[in-house]
């Protein structure tokens, strides 16, 4: 606390300086110590704007959709609000589940080939390629999926329909633009990709040594070793992840609003319907009058996407530290 | 169960560095051998040689010929995964793998087999494996909990615990106790003295009193200077290294002189 060459110190500072016999011990002349006072009251304070932004976003959120579910003449209209947001809080969850079901094995893969098989050069490239994959804009991802991909997809929904129409989630007419739920999933598959790979990448590397020659003392084959070894210690940073993979795809806008035509909720992921919340708030956003119950509703759509969102994080977090005695952290 | 090594002119590299050269050597099944030198003349390289975990590293090649009884493991043909079932190893550092449960750690090596063990077996393998490695008093109520929470004494002894349950003929340990406490370390070379009756046992050590407690024979290693090759000096009875070597190398090192 005590530091001599500090002008201004704080009032409790002084208090501890101003003793008749403060010891040696207590007053330090290293310039370290204004260093380490500077750097923590600097990292306190990204912290607290962290929060406080948050603070700030939640309460703007909540003050500016209450008119989405509180009307002058009728009262409370909650039940409203929820009919009108259920189809989409399920749309958005649908894509965005449909892009980890197609983007986690592959990242995992990847990243693995890269970690554990590549030779050190060919990974190097390959891991620069993944990185590219997230610098492309979503707005350009977008366009290749409505123009390029959707219409790539109409014979495969086309097959799909006929063969797999007894599982709901092929019946219904297949689109003829292609312009489908699917199709906005396996856009968003691709945008998360990299996401997942290069946070499992990283952890894969960091798999210890030691484990991994345990393994293999043991009499374990490459992949197994990966079972053993690599998979256990990456499980966290694997979840890590897909949970932030997953948080891209939930309020991924751009490339769904090109991609999708959106409709009513249904179950068929082939034909035309289906949106997803952020979509939905870019298409109706320019078309809603400053305060309108309509902007507030789009607002409070906005909020429970918020609240999703939050509750994903979280839930990772649970996971992640359920079995934290045998994450190999002690 | 147990085997003899034959090892025959091995050389052994990094890249194209030559780390190890031309090491001939004979251990006997069912004994104890330490492997003594100064840090860097190639010990521990050449027991990880012996099972065939040196060439895991990047570049890392093994010429020449090693013997388990007759086979010769470096033959063309022969899949090092298999060497491993039958030689296993004991590292510097324990090393429980870290999300399994301290019965979990010890059937580790069951699994890879593939093999599907009844309740009751795999509770008799964990007992037999915790019992040869003097550990089992000492968890038997706890064998759900994670490896990784037990002392680092302890752990080491999972470690061969994981180890013996698979049977092997080979044991190698690289300084086992290196990182353990005098207790502990007394504690593995008890043990040490136990297993030689079922296994053939090469241990690295540094510490040159442990050498002479718990191995029947001692090898020597040196290296003539940075870059250049370790080679084995001598070879002999562990009595005879540490009181009347013939080399003078390694009368040096075995009287403190250097090292």
Known sequence: MTSSDEPQSSPTAVSTATRPQASSLRTSDSPGVFGDRVFSTLALLAGVTILVTLAFVALFLTANSTGAIHREEEGWIVGQFVEYAYPLVVGTLIAALIALVLATPVAVGVALYISHFAPPRLSKSIGYVIDLLAAIPSVVYGAWGMSFLGPALVPVYAWLHQYLSFIPLFSGSPSQTGRTILTAGVVLAVMVLPIITSVCREIFIQTPKLHEEAALALGATRWEMIRMAVFPFARAGIISGVMLGLGRALGETMAVTLVLSPGLLTASLISAGNSTIPAEIALGFPEAPPGSERQAQLIAIGLVLFIITLIVNMTARWIVSRHKEFSGAN | ?259
């Open chain 2, 1 to 259: 169960m147990s085997k003899s090594i034959t090892a025959k002119d091995l050389n052994v590299y990094y890249g194209d560095f030559l780390a190890v050269e031309g090491v001939n050597i004979e251990i006997a099944a069912r004994s104890v051998t330490a492997f003594i030198g100064p840090s860097g003349c190639g010990k521990t390289t050449f027991l990880r040689s012996l099972n065939r975990m040196h060439e895991v590293l990047p570049g890392a090649r093994v010429e020449g010929e090693l013997l388990l009884d007759d086979d010769n493991i470096y033959a063309p043909g022969v899949d090092p995964v298999t060497v491993r079932t039958m030689v296993g190893m004991v590292f510097q550092r324990p090393n429980p793998f870290p999300t399994m449960s301290i019965r979990e750690n010890v059937l580790a090596g069951y699994k890879l087999n593939g093999a599907r063990l009844s309740r009751s077996r795999a509770d008799e393998i964990v007992e037999e494996a915790l019992r040869g490695a003097n550990l089992w008093n000492e968890v038997k109520d706890r064998l759900d909990n994670p490896g990784s929470g037990l002392s680092g004494g302890q752990q080491q002894r999972l470690c061969i615990a994981r180890t013996v349950a698979v049977k092997p003929d080979v044991i190698l340990m690289d300084e086992p106790c290196s990182a353990l406490d005098p207790i502990s370390t007394l504690a593995i070379e008890d043990l040490i003295g136990e297993l030689k009756q079922d296994y053939t046992i090469v241990i690295v050590t540094h510490n040159m009193q442990q050498a002479a407690r718990v191995s029947e024979k001692t090898a020597f290693f040196n290296i003539a200077g940075t870059g250049k090759p370790g080679k084995m000096i001598e070879y002999d009875d562990t009595h005879v290294i540490f009181n009347n070597p013939s080399n003078e190398q390694t009368e040096r090192y075995v009287s403190g002189k250097f090292g």
